[in-house]
C-alpha cells in the first residue's frame, strides 16, 4: 500500500440545516477527503453511534483504496447482517471511499464507474394538492421549472392529514417534508376504502388537463394489502402511470404475484429495502419494474449496484430514492449512478433547501428535466463545517398512522 492512501481519520458529522444530515468524512494520510451520506430518517443517532463507536476504528490505517474489501469487512465481520442502520453506516464508508478514489484519479465518480451511458438522470418531481385545482397548479408549477415527469399526491376526502400532501400554509410553493422538529413524532390518520374510491378519480382529471404524453407517478406508501394494491393498479390502467409505488408493504415479497396477477400498471418498489436478498422473489420473478432503494440505506455505490445489476438481468430499471432526507452527498452518488448503468429508468428529485446547500456545495445540476453530478472529481460535494456548525442536530421523526378504531396502520 502507498503509505499516503491510509486512512488518517474518519470523522461522523452531524448538522441540521433545514433537516437532520449525518454525514462520515475520511481523510487519508495525504489529506484527501471522501464524504459519505449516513442519514436514516427519524434514526440518526443510531448510525452515529454505530458509525463512531464501531466503523471508524476498524477504519484507521487501512487503505483507502480497497472498497470491495472494506466493504466485505464490514458487511460479513460484522457477523450481523443487513438491516437499515447497518447498511447505512456501511453506504457512508463506501461512498467516501469511492468519493476518494475518484479525487486521487482526478475524475468524476461515474467515470470510474464506466462513464456515461447518457447525457443526463430524467428527474421526476413531486406534485401534490389539497383538490384538484390545487394539483394543477402544483404540476403546472413542476412543468415551469423544467420537470419532464411528475408524481401527484392528492388529499382524500375523510383522511385529516396525509403522506405527501403539505398541511396548509398560506403559501402554493411549500415544499413537502414528512419528518417534523419535536421531541415525538405527529399522528395522522388512514382509510384506505376512502383513498382506493378517490384516487382513480384525480388521475382522470389530470391526464385530461396535462394529455397523454406527461409521465405521472403515484406513491401507495405500503398502505394497501396485495388485493387493494391489485385493485388499485386495475384503476389507474386507463391513466397509462409510469409506475405506482410502494403499493403493499415490500418485505413480502410474495404479495407482489398477487399484485401482478391482476394490473398492467408498472410497479416500483424497494425504499425501506437495503440488501440485495431483499429483492430475490421480487426480481427472479419479475414481480416489479423498478428498483426503489437509495444508494444511502443499501449499502453504498458497491450495494447498490450489486442490486442493479441483478435486476438488470430481468429487464428491471433503476428509480433510485431521492428524498429530501438523502443528503446532497448520497443524492450524488445517486446521479453517478445514474449516469453510468445501462439499466436506468428515472430519478427521484426532492430539491433541498437553502441552508442544506450553504452546508453541502454539490456541483449537481438540473437542466431540461434532467439531473447531472457535475464534472468535479469524486462526487462532487463538498462540506462547509462553519455552516455546518451553526445547525446542531434536533430531535424530528416521521409520523405515524393509526385507524379511525385506534390501530396502528403502516405509514
Ligand atoms: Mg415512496
Not at 70 to 76: F, G, K, N, S
Not at 129 to 140: C, H, N, Q
Not at 314 to 332: L, N
Not at 373 to 385: K, N, T
Amino acid at each position: 500500500m502507498a503509505l499516503g492512501t491510509a486512512i488518517r481519520s474518519a470523522e461522523v458529522l452531524v448538522t441540521s440545516p433545514d433537516r437532520n444530515f449525518v454525514t462520515l468524512r475520511v481523510t487519508t494520510e495525504d489529506g484527501v477527503i471522501g464524504l459519505g451520506d449516513a442519514t436514516l430518517n427519524g434514526r440518526e443517532l443510531a448510525v452515529v453511534s454505530y458509525l463512531r463507536d464501531h466503523v471508524a476504528p476498524l477504519l484507521i490505517g487501512r487503505d483507502a483504496h480497497r472498497v470491495e474489501d472494506t466493504w466485505q469487512l464490514l458487511y460479513r465481520g460484522a457477523y450481523w447482517r443487513r438491516g437499515p442502520v447497518t447498511m447505512s453506516a456501511i453506504a457512508a464508508v463506501d461512498m467516501a471511499l469511492w468519493d476518494v478514489k475518484a479525487r486521487l484519479a482526478g475524475m468524476p465518480l461515474y467515470q470510474l464507474l464506466g462513464g456515461a451511458s447518457r447525457t443526463g438522470a430524467l428527474a421526476y418531481g413531486h406534485a401534490s394538492g389539497r383538490d384538484l385545482p390545487e394539483v394543477f397548479d402544483s404540476v403546472r408549477r413542476h412543468l415551469e421549472e423544467g420537470y419532464r415527469a411528475i408524481r401527484v399526491q392528492t388529499a382524500v376526502p375523510g383522511i385529516t392529514a396525509l403522506y405527501g400532501v403539505p398541511a396548509p400554509s398560506g403559501s402554493g410553493t411549500v415544499r413537502y417534508e414528512p419528518a417534523q422538529r419535536a421531541p415525538l413524532p405527529v399522528e395522522e390518520d388512514w382509510d384506505t376504502r376512502a383513498y382506493l374510491r378517490h384516487v382513480p378519480g384525480v388521475f382522470e382529471a389530470v391526464r385530461a388537463e396535462f394529455g397523454p404524453e406527461l409521465p405521472l407517478l403515484h406513491d401507495g406508501h405500503h398502505r394497501m394489502t396485495p388485493i387493494q394494491a391489485a385493485r388499485l393498479g386495475k384503476d389507474l390502467e386507463p391513466y397509462d402511470l409510469f409506475w405506482l409505488e410502494d403499493c403493499t408493504p415490500a418485505e413480502n415479497q410474495e404479495g407482489l404475484r398477487l399484485v401482478r396477477q391482476h394490473t398492467t400498471t408498472p410497479l416500483a418498489i424497494g425504499e425501506v429495502l437495503n440488501s440485495v436478498w431483499d429483492y430475490q422473489t421480487l426480481v427472479r420473478e419479475q414481480l416489479i419494474d423498478y428498483v426503489r432503494s437509495s444508494v444511502t440505506h443499501a449499502g453504498g455505490i458497491t450495494g447498490l449496484r450489486r442490486i442493479l445489476d441483478f435486476a438488470a438481468q430481468h429487464q428491471i430499471k433503476s428509480g433510485i430514492h431521492g428524498p429530501s432526507d438523502v443528503s446532497p452527498v448520497g443524492m450524488a452518488a445517486a446521479l453517478h449512478l445514474d449516469l453510468a448503468i445501462h439499466n436506468f429508468g428515472i430519478q427521484e428529485h426532492m430539491p433541498h433547501g437553502r441552508l442544506t446547500h450553504e452546508v453541502f456545495r454539490t456541483s449537481a445540476t438540473f437542466s431540461g428535466g434532467l439531473l447531472h453530478p457535475g464534472d468535479a472529481p469524486g462526487l462532487g460535494v463538498e462540506y462547509d463545517d462553519a455552516a455546518a456548525d451553526a445547525h446542531p442536530y434536533q430531535p424530528a421523526y416521521l409520523p405515524f398512522s393509526r385507524l379511525q378504531d385506534g390501530t396502528v396502520h403502516d405509514w
